[in-house]
């Protein structure tokens, strides 16, 4: 698992202590394997800081290596606060497109209350075919794209769910942004427009040219207060940990405090089609 580059001299220094005590014991990397019972290509990986051993690998390899109990305590610490951040900064959704419309599906149906904020484009739950299909065009083929397609759509159908409640924060932006005609883009922004409507949605628009309290850097998704997803070009990354969920859900607050809503949101977006036409 890659890590964050701010982990990248801790995971060498490891990589590099195991190394050292591996060669002080006299061991070639394919008898420390052997004694391991670990592969030999594993131990040039862990070696080498391209794999982050999980804390069970680092302390068998202590013990084939007879590390002294000082260095052991030391390096199990290492190895345990790489674990636990490549754990919690991981990809989750794999195996194509129409899986992951169906992974993100199920945690959805989990959740009661979800936040979401975009800067870039519409949000799937609120994207009309058309518009999704555009987006698929240059990685999907055919028929990878109508299983896409479905899957988007029986996720939308949460949205009809009068026990849930769906919060969306939404910079002009990202509904100017049009991935085709300015007529597909106007039915697009109907379609968010009328789902603002159902009782428990909540649309929200940051204007251009609205100064906000912090500038996000990325869109993101908050389910209840367990999870963050972060929507990447190849992969979902998701943070379950309480610090992470705990930094969204404050950003997420200070966005949407400023955000017209309801009424003010729709008169937004409606102008944003109307240039549209006249355009």
Known sequence: MELPERYTPQRRDL???????RAAASLTGTQAAERSGMSQPKISKIENAVLVPSVADVATLLGVYGARRAEREELLELAGILHATSRRVRAVVRGGAA??????????AETALMRVFELAWIPPLLQTPE?????????????AMAHVVAAREDRQQALYDPERRFHFVLTES?????PGSRALQ???????????????????????????????LHGFTIYDERLVTVDLETSTVTFTEERDVHRYLDLYDRLEKDAPSTDDARGHIARIAASLSAA
């Open 15 to 21: 990589g590099a202590r195991l190394r050292a005590l």
């Open 99 to 108: 899986l992951a419309q169906r992974q993100i599906g199920k945690v959805e």
């Open 131 to 143: 518009y999704l299909r555009l987006i698929l065009a240059a990685s999907s083929p055919g028929d």
């Open 174 to 178: 990202a509904l100017r942004v049009r």
């Open 186 to 216: 106007r039915v697009q922004l109907e379609r968010v427009s009328a789902l603002s409507r159902l009782p428990n949605v909540r649309v929200a628009v940051i204007p251009e040219n609205t100064q906000v309290p912090e500038v996000p």
